[in-house]
C-alpha cells in the first residue's frame, strides 16, 4: 500500500507506451519520481476529496471535515505534497462559500501557504496550481497569472477534472465563450458528476445563459429540492427571462433554506423586488445589507445592485467603486455579466471601473 502511487504510475506509463502518446517533460517526471506514501495519510487524502467532490464544496460543515482529513494526512505524512494542494482547495472553497465562519483574507493566506508547501514538496504537483489560479483569479484579480496557472495545472495534471472546471469557468468570466464551452466539455468526459453539474452551472451565468440556466437548475432541484443555491440560481434564470414573480419566490425560498445566510441570495431578492416595484420591501433589505456592509460583513457590491433595481445609479456605482477599491469577491466573479448591474453598463462610470478591471470598457 506504500507504493500506491508508483503503482499508478507503472499503470499510467504501461497504457502510454502502448497508445503511443506524447508526454511533456513534466508528465515524463512524474512517472519516475512518485514518493512513497503512508497508507493510511493517502486514505485521509481521499477522504478529503471525497467531502469536496462529492458532498458540498459550498457547505462550511463538509468543508471542515475535508480540511480534518487534508489535516490527518499531513500530519501522517507531512512530505506528501497532494495533501497540502487539498488543503489549500479547501481553504479557497472557505474563502469563496464559508464567509461567516472565517474571513476570505485568512481564508486565502492559508491557502497560499498551503500551495507553497505542496509545489515546494513538488514543483509538478497539477492539483497544487489549480488552487493557485483560484487565488490568482479570485483573491489577486490577476487575470494573465490565473490563465497561466489553470494552464499549468491541466498539462501537470490532464485527468484532474477539477481544473478543466475550473479553467471553463474562469474562461467564461473572462467572456471567452467558445474556449469555455470546450473546456466544459472536456471536463464533463472525464468525471460527469455532480461537481462538473455545478461546474456547467456557473458557466451558464458567466455566459448568461438564462434558458440553459433555469433548465439545469430545475435538473438539479429533481436531484435535492433543498438545494438553496440551486433555488437562487433558478431565480437567477427567472430574472434572466423577465419573469419576476417567479423569481422572486425561489430567492425567496433560497434565503430560507439558507436561514439568511445566503447574502448574494438575499440582494438578488432586494434587487428582483426594487426592479417588480416592491420598493418598501426592497428597501428594507437594502437597510440590513448596508449595516453588514459597514460592519465588514456584506460587500459595498451588494447592497450596490438594489440601488441599482431603485433607478439610484450614483448610489449603486459609488459602492461599486467602493467594491473595486476593496477587491470585492463578487467583483471578481459576476461583475462583467451581471444583469443585476444591466441598466448602468452606459453610464461612463461604469465603463472605468470595467476598464479598470481589464474585463472590458
Request: hydrophobic share 40%; charged share 25%; proline share 4%.
Amino acid at each position: 500500500m506504500g507504493d500506491a502511487l508508483q503503482l499508478q504510475s507503472d499503470v499510467a506509463r504501461a497504457i502510454t507506451e502502448q497508445v503511443r502518446a506524447q508526454l511533456t517533460p513534466e508528465l515524463k517526471a512524474q512517472f519516475t519520481t512518485p514518493q512513497p506514501v503512508d497508507p493510511e495519510a493517502y486514505d485521509s487524502y481521499l477522504r478529503g476529496r471525497y467531502h469536496i467532490y462529492n458532498e458540498s464544496f459550498s457547505d462550511p460543515e463538509t468543508l471542515n471535515k475535508a480540511k480534518a482529513a487534508f489535516e490527518d494526512a499531513i500530519k501522517r505524512d507531512a512530505n506528501f505534497s497532494p495533501a497540502y494542494s487539498g488543503l489549500a482547495e479547501t481553504y479557497v472553497c472557505m474563502a469563496l462559500f464559508a464567509q461567516g465562519h472565517v474571513s476570505a483574507a485568512e481564508a486565502f493566506r492559508l491557502a497560499r501557504e498551503a500551495v507553497r508547501k505542496a509545489l515546494e514538496l513538488d514543483p509538478n504537483n497539477g492539483e497544487a496550481y489549480d488552487a493557485l489560479g483560484v487565488l490568482n483569479w479570485r483573491a489577486d484579480y490577476d487575470w494573465k497569472t490565473a490563465d497561466q496557472s489553470f494552464s499549468k495545472a491541466i498539462s501537470l495534471a490532464p485527468s484532474f477534472s477539477c481544473a478543466h472546471e475550473d479553467r471553463a469557468i474562469f474562461l467564461a468570466f473572462m467572456g471567452r465563450r467558445a474556449e469555455s464551452l470546450a473546456e466544459l466539455e472536456k471536463s464533463e468526459q472525464i468525471d460527469p458528476g455532480p461537481i462538473s453539474a455545478g461546474a456547467e452551472l456557473a458557466v451558464l451565468i458567466q455566459l448568461r445563459e438564462w434558458g440553459r440556466l433555469l433548465e439545469s437548475s430545475r435538473q438539479q432541484l429533481s436531484l435535492n429540492e433543498n438545494d438553496g443555491l440551486m433555488h437562487a440560481n433558478l431565480g437567477l434564470g427567472y430574472e434572466g427571462t423577465g419573469k419576476f414573480p417567479e423569481a422572486i419566490a425561489e430567492y425567496q425560498r433560497a434565503v430560507e433554506l439558507s436561514n439568511g445566510g445566503d447574502l448574494n441570495a438575499i440582494a438578488s431578492l432586494g434587487h428582483a423586488y426594487a426592479v417588480a416595484g416592491h420598493r418598501y420591501d426592497a428597501e428594507k433589505i437594502l437597510r440590513g445589507l448596508e449595516q453588514k456592509s459597514r460592519e465588514g460583513k456584506a460587500s459595498p457590491y451588494l447592497p450596490a445592485i438594489i440601488y441599482a433595481g431603485l433607478g439610484q445609479k450614483d448610489k449603486a456605482l459609488d459602492l461599486i467603486e467602493k467594491a473595486y477599491q476593496e477587491k470585492s469577491l463578487d467583483v471578481g466573479w459576476i461583475f462583467r455579466s451581471d444583469l443585476r448591474t444591466d441598466n448602468l453598463r452606459s453610464d461612463p462610470r461604469f465603463r472605468d471601473v470595467l476598464r479598470r478591471t481589464g474585463l472590458g470598457g
